[in-house]
């Protein structure tokens, strides 16, 4: 059976500045002792530089929130995963509920993502989760099995690199959170849709996202199939981000 280090990634989302960012890294690396899970931030593109040069040589790993489905080209604003890798991105989110719902960004579309950040090098972490009008019409399976499968038809030969991330868009930034066994029920339906495409399935991470934080990371990282967390507004308190990643390291 493999044995899966628990992993727990800050999304600042669009948060921060060059000041209040040297601020809140250098509390996170000064409170990493005795944290032994893998741990990253994913910044904003404009503080990549910043991000990296700060974290080098550190046991936090730096990720970006987004990538292009192109490789380049007259792409205005985008950001390929040849830019990201410049600046040793390890991580890079795709699909986020944000950039599914307020950008557009369909199934093939967040499949193409993560492609493209595997060719680069990057791992994406592919964010899966129902709104809450299919949570409450009991649709939540067919919804994060309809976007994973995406991925998967996409991406079938390195399926077992990706990291995804279940985030019930009802429990994004709103205080709600799933409960240990209902994210448990969600990420075993995630983790056998993995093994009927890959026989290393065990190998892949799955996060849950919305509202995790410091009270409740505990127990639902007590879940088997719950391998660590995807995490917004708490992963901007070094306090409260740092009292997460020791709930994941014991
Ligand atoms: C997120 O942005 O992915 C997220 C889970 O946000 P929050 O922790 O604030 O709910």
Redesign the pocket.
């Known amino acids: 059976m493999t044995v899966r280090s628990k992993l727990m990634v800050g999304?600042w989302?669009m948060h921060g500045s060059l000041a209040a960012n040297a601020f809140l890294l250098s509390d996170l690396l000064s409170g990493m002792g005795g944290v032994n899970c893998l741990a990253a931030v994913c910044v904003p593109a404009t503080h990549l530089a910043q991000a990296q040069s700060l974290l080098v040589g550190s046991a936090l790993a730096l990720g970006a929130q987004d990538v292009s489905a192109h490789e380049s080209g007259a792409y205005t604003g985008e950001v390929s995963a040849a830019m990201l890798r410049d600046f040793e991105v390890r991580y890079v989110?795709v699909g986020?509920?944000?950039r599914r719902q307020l950008h557009g960004e369909t199934d093939i579309v967040v499949a193409h993502k993560a492609q493209r950040a595997l060719a680069a090098g990057i791992t994406p972490i592919v964010?899966v989760g129902e709104s809450l009008s299919e949570h409450e019409s009991g649709q939540t399976e067919a919804v994060v099995k309809r976007q994973l499968a995406a991925v998967i038809h996409s991406n079938g030969h390195c399926i077992s690199e990706i990291v995804v991330?279940y985030?019930p868009v009802w429990?994004?930034?709103?205080g709600l959170t799933a409960t240990p066994e209902q994210a448990q029920g969600v990420h075993g339906v995630l983790r056998a849709q993995l093994q009927a495409a890959t026989a290393q399935a065990d190998r892949v991470s799955i996060l849950y996202?919305?509202?995790?934080?410091a009270a409740n990371a505990a127990d639902l990282l007590a879940q088997p199939d719950v391998d660590g967390?995807?995490?917004?507004?708490?992963?901007l308190k070094a306090t409260d981000f740092l009292s997460m990643l020791k709930a994941a390291s014991r």
């Not at 996202?209 to 934080?213: A, C, E, K």
């Not at 967390?229 to 992963?235: K, N, R």
Request: one cysteine or more; a negative charge; aromatic letters at 0%.
């Open positions: 999304n989302k989110i986020h509920s944000e964010c991330a985030e429990a994004i930034g709103t996202g919305g509202s995790m934080n967390g995807l995490i917004g507004g708490a992963s």
